[in-house]
């Protein structure tokens, strides 16, 4: 009973305390564990908002990104430049043309004749101070070389073009500086205007934030804003312009953690490295050492007053005061900023005064972006991974000595622009040049719009390589003298061998003709596909693989007959490997495009040497060079003299695939060897062959450049002799149609054309002898 | 510093003495200094440089690796030689002179690459010898003795003394 009436009451109790006392309870403890989770989120969104704006910071702060310089252009008597190059590497170093070149960094011209200011530079290999010199360029060449007094110079060294920061994860770049390297009056300016009380404030300003409020109370929209320096900072970092109370709010806890955490001068270095100021396509102009070379096109040491205004001026809203596109509101708030300085006293009047009169001073059009050569900064950036970690280059604001050469990077994009303009617009281009003694990349186009950076043709674009494999046949054979000489002969009858699939292949010529039997040097001089083919089969394929090896291509796992027709891809970069150890006689040179890598307080990090090795011998690496100049005097690279001349002084190949879906040339000089694709992105058809396509991109880049022709010394153990093409039988310079041959000493053939069985031994002498002089 | 100075001079004009005429004398015509005692240890490297005019523009250069290589600073004698080489790819000289200074970095593989490299530009005898000693004394470090006895009865019959 009592049970139930307990258990009555007890309801009857309950009941009312489900109606009051309960609910009370349980809107206690959900307020309780409100403002727990409340506590615990917000200390857990603190943590977060810490863990990220550290992080945020920690990255800025220590991202000083490695400088990438080109190869510094050396100047010395009788170098092959012409003015115009001349004047196209000191725009890409950023020398300014003057009337009198007082200041490093500018120079002044008269007609053929240069004088430069300049700078002063520590190279990996030493300093080198600031100078004057007088250069004048006559006939393609350094015709005269004089310091500031007259005195003739032997060697002079420009100091290298910037040609780009290695900064990966952003896309934007900096020009960082410490800030004990920033102009005073600058730093001055910017406090004075942004932040007045940055020295005493703990990350925010309350008394700024409730002036701003009321601002904004009173106009009824966000007017004006109370952020501090540390506020606009962690804006900056995060690169959002949201302008939410929430935002605000996050903005304002991140400042003071930033000023738990770090110093004020930590903080207003960072501040000045990253403020944004400015866009420019796709790149943010961030920090006040770029702004500087973006407006100025000079580095931030060298702005004076009425300048750093101005940039001062730009951190209320980089896009409305934009002094190129709104000049007069830019000028307005630039004096707005100078009168603040004189007021509270950064700069004297008369200083202010005269800035106020100077004009904006801005460069019409903004300095070519940071990295003007995208696809050869990929290589670098390639090139280093290997060596370095991501975070390094991120993190010791290395110096970076390439091998870019601006004025040949300049004819090779030129000579792309100009040629594919004439075809269809899905026609792509890939081009690579480099200096046959050194393996150095001078040049790389990675595309039609060199400027793109886009897909990079040169580096990531493997095709099939076509007729470019053939050298490699011909200098298998040329290695067995005792088989074979230029003038053998080789039957160009069909073959049929078995392909990849066990289906049978026959090969036919690309001019689908038969020609008879022909002589080495004029199969390859053709290009002709059926004598290479029986060539190769009675060589090895495995011979000629082990060739294409050692001049520096990779093979596949398993090799077939196609592969003695260029069924093997390779990137333009690649190609410039194989043909760089045809182009040095024989020397496996690796290619390089960082000779040095310095850091900032200039010890020598890491060194990239030449390195040659090698892997083909002379005599027969002579022989293949000799008929590869005969490509470009009456084989498929003729066309070249169109642009070079007769007797171009160059020898080259030209590639075709299948339904002319590739066209490449690969071409050398003596001192420069050139590569490039044509071809299309989808691998559909272009309609260009080899000759009409890539040679026309590479003779065109060839024709605008200096190279010393290819002449190349004749090694010990080679003689010149008369060959009847027609038998590949030793003639006499009196047989008709004999043709002069490079040989192998003794390897000779043995036996006689017809018509050089009367001829008598002293006059086979003397055409042996005229053959020497020819 | 200015002892520094006077040195560099006194090896310089050593060097343009060397280099810059004839080849030096059959004899002792040392134009790249002896090496650090390491080195010295070891057999003794043939002597690089003349043989052949250095053009001026790289003669300043040879001189300035021929005194960091003596200071003991063969890697900074490599760069300018490479600076050098680029300028005047064609001359037996500079390779030679590259090669010594890899020899002397104990890069012998190099060495003998690089010295092969200069006697294919060259038809003066005198330096190909050295070249070819200097390829023996690379061969012999690489324990090739046999190979080492041939480069030198090369060398011995180029005449160019030792």
Known sequence: MAARKRSKGGRGNGRRGRQRGPVARLLRRGLLLAVVLAVVAGAGWTWWLNQRVVAEFENRQWALPADVYARPLELYQGRALDAEAFARELAAADYQRVREPKTPGSYSRNGATFEVHRRAFRFPDGRAGERRIRVTFDGGRVARLRDADGNALDLFRLDPARIGSVYPGQRADREPMALSDMPRSLVAALLAVEDRRFTE????????????????????????????????????????????????ANEAVMAML??????????????????????????????????????????????????????????????????????????????????????????????????????????????????????????????????????????????????????????????????????????????????????EVEAVVGGRDPRFPGFNRALDAARPIGSLVKPAVYLTALERPGQYGLGSVIRDRPVTVQGADGQTWTPRNYDRERHGDVPLWAALAHSYNVPTVRLGLNLGLRAVADTLSRLGGSLPDTVYPSLLLGAVSYTPLEVAGVYETIATGGYETPLRAVRTVMTRDGAVLSRYPLTVERTVERVPMYLLRRAMQRV??????????????????????????????????????????????????????????????????????????????????????????????????????????????????????????????????????????????? | MSARALLAAALLAVLLAACSTAPPGGGTGESVPAPPPKEQRRAQPPPAGGGQTLPP??????????????????????????????????????????????????????????????????????????????????????????????????????????
């Open chain 1, 201 to 248: 404030h703990f990350g925010i300003s309350p008394l700024a934030i409730l002036r701003a409020a009321v601002a904004n109370i009173r106009a009824g929209e966000i007017v004006q804003g109370g952020s501090t320096l540390t506020q606009q900072l962690v804006k900056n970092l995060f690169l959002s312009n949201e302008r939410t109370l929430w935002r605000k």
């Open chain 1, 258 to 439: 930033l000023e738990w955490h770090y110093d004020k001068r930590t903080i207003l270095e960072t501040y000045l490295n990253e403020v944004y100021l400015g866009q420019d396509g796709d790149r943010a102009i961030h920090g006040f050492g770029l702004a500087s070379r973006f407006y100025f096109g000079k580095p931030l040491e060298r702005t004076d007053l009425a300048e750093q205004a101005l940039l001062v001026a730009m951190v209320k809203g980089p896009s409305w005061y934009d002094p190129r596109r709104h000049p007069e509101r830019a000028r307005k708030r630039r004096d707005l900023v100078l009168d603040v300085m004189a007021e509270g006293g950064f700069a004297d009047a008369d200083a202010v005064a005269r800035a106020r009169k100077q004009p904006l001073g801005v460069h019409e059009s903004p300095p070519e972006a940071r990295t003007a050569y995208p696809a050869f900064m990929d290589l670098v950036r390639r090139d280093l991974s290997r060596d370095y970690r991501r975070e390094d280059l991120n993190s010791d604001g290395l110096r970076i000595f390439t091998t870019l050469a601006p004025s040949v990077q300049y004819a090779a994009e030129q000579a792309v622009i100009r040629r594919t303009r004439d075809w269809k617009d899905d026609t792509q281009a890939a081009a690579v040049v480099v200096g046959v003694d050194t393996g």
């Open chain 1, 632 to 774: 470009v005097r009456e084989g498929t690279g003729r066309g070249v003299q169109r642009w070079l001349g007769a007797g171009p002084g160059v020898a080259g190949k030209t590639g075709t695939t299948d339904d002319l879906r590739d066209s490449w040339f690969a071409g050398f000089s003596a001192d420069r060897l050139g590569v490039v694709w044509v071809g299309r992105d989808d691998n559909g058809r272009t309609g260009l062959t080899g000759a009409t396509g890539a040679l026309t991109v590479w003779a065109e880049l060839f024709a605008a450049l200096p190279y010393k022709p290819l002449n190349p010394r004749m090694p010990d153990g080679i003689e010149q002799v008369w060959i009847d093409p027609d038998t590949g039988r030793l003639a006499s310079a009196d047989c008709p149609d004999a043709v002069q041959l490079p040989y192998a000493r003794g390897a000779e053939p043995d036996e006689r054309a017809a018509c050089a069985r009367r001829g008598d031994a002293v006059q086979r002498a003397g055409a042996w002898l005229r053959g020497l002089v020819d």
């Open chain 2, 57 to 162: 523009a790289v003669r300043g250069l040879v001189a300035k690796a021929a005194s960091a290589s003596a200071a003991g600073d063969n890697d900074r004698a490599a760069d300018v030689l490479e600076r050098a080489v680029r300028l005047a790819p064609d001359n037996a000289a500079v390779w030679q002179n590259l090669a010594v200074v890899r020899y002397r970095q104990d890069r012998c593989d190099q060495a003998i690459q690089l010295a092969r490299r200069s006697s294919e530009l060259t038809d003066d005898r005198r330096l190909m010898a050295r070249n070819w000693r200097l390829i023996a004394a690379c061969r012999r470090m690489n324990g090739d003795t046999e190979g080492a006895s041939e480069a030198a009865s090369r060398a011995r019959e180029l005449g160019g003394g030792q």
